[in-house]
Antibody
Framework: QVQLVQSGSEVKKIGSSVRVSCKAS????????VRWVRQAPGQGLEWMGG????????NYAPKFQGRVTIVADEETNSIYMELSGLRSEDTAMYYC??????????????WGQGTLVTVSS | EVVLTQSPATLYVSPGERATLSCRAS??????IAWYQQHPGQVPRLLIY???TRAAGIPARFSGSGSGTEFTLTISSLQSEDFAVYYC?????????FGQGTRLEIK
């Protein structure tokens, strides 16, 4: 099974942007694409958006529309998630996960190891 | 968006007993429900999708049921490794949403 390997932890200033990568190791990007989910400290899971490379454009949850950009680089088997206009409440663990179908609306399996993004002043 | 309400927030069960976790949706989501397990400091793991289909490698003691707006995750005989937080997720309506989680603790 393909594993998803994410980039390392980030510390960012309020108002800046962060870019997190998610690389498919052991194979190519899945036809099911990748979704991004975040989890604030001690909190639950929040779905942000996703991309299915063969379909082209990404889809974003309304809460993040305009602040998040998800792109795929099939040459490097990587998906990138960029979140701009960072606020303290964006401090969270960010996970990429493979979809379980070619529909954007799907379950999530497997998951990357997570990337901790800390936003401070 | 669809709100998923999980109950109870915390469930205390003894090893070897059955655990029943509930997830209620604010509107019908057909059978497009998934369940995840998360241990402290670890990555969520898919247990069940399409309401009742076990993901690869998931033991048969985990089962999902329900339809429409009421869903249940049952763990038939609790093992020590089953004590964790469980989340339901709907992927029927945009955007996908998660419940707030049920913490399963040893009684």
């Amino acid at each position: 099974q393909v594993q998803l390997v994410q980039s390392g932890s980030e510390v960012k200033k309020i108002g800046s942007s962060v870019r997190v990568s998610c690389k498919a190791s052991g194979g190519s990007l899945s036809k099911y694409g990748v979704r991004w989910v975040r989890q604030a400290p001690g909190q639950g899971l929040e779905w942000m958006g996703g991309i299915i490379p063969s379909f082209g454009s990404a889809n974003y949850a309304p809460k993040f529309q305009g602040r998040v950009t998800i792109v795929a680089d099939e040459e490097t088997n990587s998906i990138y998630m960029e979140l701009s206009g960072l606020r303290s409440e964006d401090t969270a663990m960010y996970y990429c996960a493979e979809g379980t179908s070619t529909r954007m609306l799907s379950g999530l399996d497997p998951w990357g190891q997570g990337t901790l993004v800390t936003v401070s002043s | 968006e669809v709100v998923l309400t999980q109950s109870p927030a915390t469930l205390y069960v003894s090893p070897g007993e059955r655990a029943t976790l509930s997830c209620r949706a604010s509107q019908s989501v057909s059978d497009n429900i998934a369940w995840y397990q998360q241990h402290p400091g670890q990555v969520p793991r898919l247990l069940i999708y399409s309401e009742s289909t076990r993901a690869a490698g998931i033991p048969a003691r985990f089962s999902g049921s329900g339809s429409g707006t009421e869903f249940t995750l049952t763990i038939s005989s609790l093992q020590s490794e089953d004590f964790a937080v469980y989340y339901c997720q709907q992927y029927d309506k945009w955007p996908p949403t998660f419940g707030q989680g049920t913490r399963l603790e040893i009684k």
